[in-house]
């Protein structure tokens, strides 16, 4: 009975909810924040320098036939690190988000952390029409939705934007690394601050009476 009832106490930690905020980023960024999540697709799945042209039909029917799972399963949007480029896969952009630097707060339970959104592009394809920089391009839909940086924004997404666990988010920077001769990144970082309460219990053991 009583491996029962300590097996059943559910416990806290920052740690166990970043699914379920890399859910809610991956949600808001490419379902809920239309027309943003739209041009923000292009900019990933369309190489051609031209690419946020929204009179092109056949893009648009390329970019609808793009789930968010479709974008996570054919490598445009990533969680693990690894970035090598098989040898027929074609040259594509892509995302890549990460949780580092896990820092105490004032309650022990949780931990503030930093979150990374490496933006990756091949730099055959860097450059866009009107001196455009798809990297930034990018980095600046992410930034946007995120932070909802007009009014009209702030009311249409204010609700959906709130993360599990996540006080607030606060901008750390942007900054550039070029990774080889064919790629190079920007990589946005934000600091989320935790406030509310992250919980999961271990398992699925049901309670006992």
Known sequence: MRKDLIATQPIYSSFLSVEKDTEQILKTLFVTSKPYSDLLKRLLVIQNADCLDETNEDYQRMIDSKSL????????????????????????SFILISFDNFTETSNPEFRD???????????????????????????????????????KNKISYSKKIRMSGFGEYQF?????????????????????????EDRQSIGEIENVE
Do not use: Q
């Open 113 to 151: 952390c930093i979150i990374n959104f490496d933006v990756i592009c091949y730099m055959d394809e860097w450059t866009l029409d009107d001196y455009r920089i798809r990297p930034l391009k990018i980095c600046g839909y992410i930034d946007g939705i995120l932070n909802s940086v007009t009014d």
């Open 69 to 92: 799972g479709d974008l996570i399963h054919e490598g445009y949007i990533r969680l693990n690190p690894k970035i090598a480029r098989t040898e027929f896969e074609n040259i594509k």
């Open 172 to 196: 750390l920077g942007c900054n550039e690394a070029i990774l080889n001769e064919d790629i190079s990144m920007y990589t946005l970082s934000y600091r989320a601050v935790h406030f509310t």
